[in-house]
């Protein structure tokens, strides 16, 4: 499992730094350094301490910029992300419609707050705003796909039934 996971994260820093060398041939380089961290998280889930080392070497830029930088935009993650990603909208028609006990109940049943992922790796929480299925209020993103219509009960559910889904895959794997 290690070699695995050493392997992958060697792979993840190999594409990254080729992606690096590839924007450094152009103008004004250091400019890119968004674009870098987007293709950083994509590659890794998330900005981890040593992908932004490996970012601020190979840039030559200090690695306190890179962490301003990624602490200013919401977007960037600083922590790992679980295998299903919710974030539920917290816009006024969903607001109105109880996003919050939504909300409330997640984080009870997974027993974690927003920005926390399950120890697990199988959830991780967060708050969103309007997006755009104000019909369907109030809606959740799990991943790219929107729930919609949610109540405590409901998404109790989906919960359960993303927990199975994942039971299986893993077992498929084995
Ligand atoms: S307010 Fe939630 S989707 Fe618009």
């Excluded at 019909?135 to 559910?157: H, R």
Aim: hydrophobic share 40%.
């Amino acid at each position: 499992m290690h070699t695995t996971l050493h392997h992958n994260q060697q792979e993840i820093n190999n594409q990254l730094k080729i992606f690096i060398d590839e924007i450094k041939k152009r103008e004004r380089s250091d400019s890119h350094l968004i674009t870098i961290l987007h293709k950083a998280q994509e590659l890794n889930g998330y900005l981890s301490k040593e992908i932004m080392d490996l970012v601020a070497e190979e840039m030559q830029i200090p690695t306190s910029v890179i962490w301003g930088v990624a602490t200013f935009y919401h977007y960037f993650k600083l922590s790992p992300i679980g295998k299903y990603n919710i974030s539920v909208c917290m816009g006024t028609a969903c607001y109105v419609k109880g996003a919050s006990e939504v909300l409330e109940t997640i984080k009870e049943t997974l027993e974690i707050e927003i920005g926390e992922t399950t120890e697990d790796m199988m959830f991780s929480l967060q708050e969103a705003r309007c997006i755009g299925a104000c019909g369907l209020a109030p809606v959740a993103m799990i991943n790219d796909k929107i729930y919609g219509e949610l109540n405590p009960k409901k998404i109790v559910d989906i919960i359960n039934k993303l927990k199975e889904e994942a039971l299986e895959e893993e077992k498929i794997v084995q």
